[in-house]
T-cell receptor
Framework: QKEVEQDPGPLSVPEGAIVSLNCTYS??????FMWYRQYSRKGPELLMY????GNKEDGRFTAQVDKSSKYISLFIRDSQPSDSATYLC?????????????FGKGTSLLVTP | ETGVTQTPRHLVMGMTNKKSLKCEQH?????MYWYKQSAKKPLELMFV???????ENNSVPSRFSPECPNSSHLFLHLHTLQPEDSALYLC????????????????FGDGTRLSIL
């Protein structure tokens, strides 16, 4: 079983829709969770960073972590065509876990006008 | 300049060429990373430098040779590459607390798109 699973999509939604992107993981030691957005021909850009369980909101974006289910989500409200990109989840156990972040393969999102 | 800057953005080379990729970070971070990104695969960590010392080498072939002259600069020297080495090569940096990343997020450059003929 891969440590981090993420549906590659593509996911296509109309403009204004609420988007839900998800990752599951197997390592219960993970406690730091990140979402990155990667546009075509660009590097990953940090979107959200959370520690442990709970919700974090930043504008139209909400990151949700459920450690009991080993499941994280990114919600995008009022989606825009400019949100079309690949979204990568990443996670780390933190202290004494080395330097690596564990990435999902990314979900490709297309928001159509 | 801010963030993480990578040059060149695109590189085409033959299998016998020698070239270098350059990365510079302006974030004051102490850890720097090289990743390989191929289609439909998760990011693959290649090398990690912490305070200019190599701390991880994830079974990367010797045709890839990293160099970190100071905490702001990172190079990846390439020699005798294979067609399967064609990919996007990403540099990243992160802060450290207590001498380790401790879950801190990494900040990426826009990568070098490498094509091996």
């Amino acid at each position: 079983q891969k440590e981090v699973e993420q549906d590659p999509g593509p996911l296509s939604v109309p403009e204004g829709a609420i988007v839900s992107l998800n990752c599951t993981y197997s390592n219960s030691a993970f406690q730091y969770f990140m979402w990155y957005r990667q546009y075509s021909r660009k590097g990953p850009e940090l979107l959200m960073y959370t520690y442990s369980s709970g919700n974090k909101e930043d504008g139209r974006f909400t990151a949700q972590v459920d450690k009991s289910s080993k499941y994280i989500s990114l919600f995008i409200r009022d989606s825009q065509p400019s949100d079309s990109a690949t979204y990568l989840c990443a996670m780390s156990a933190g202290s004494n876990s080395g330097y690596a972040l564990n990435f999902g393969k990314g979900t490709s999102l297309l928001v159509t006008p | 300049e801010t963030g993480v800057t990578q040059t060149p953005r695109h590189l085409v080379m033959g299998m016998t060429n020698k070239k270098s990729l350059k990365c510079e970070q302006h974030l004051g971070h102490n850890a720097m990373y090289w990743y390989k990104q191929s289609a439909k695969k998760p990011l693959e960590l290649m090398f990690v430098y912490s305070l200019e010392e190599r701390v991880e080498n994830n079974s990367v072939p010797s045709r890839f040779s990293p160099e970190c002259p100071n905490s702001s600069h990172l190079f990846l020297h390439l020699h005798t590459l294979q067609p399967e080495d064609s990919a996007l090569y990403l540099c990243a940096s992160s802060p450290m607390t207590g001498g380790a990343p401790n879950g801190q997020p990494q900040h990426f450059g826009d990568g070098t798109r490498l094509s091996i003929l």
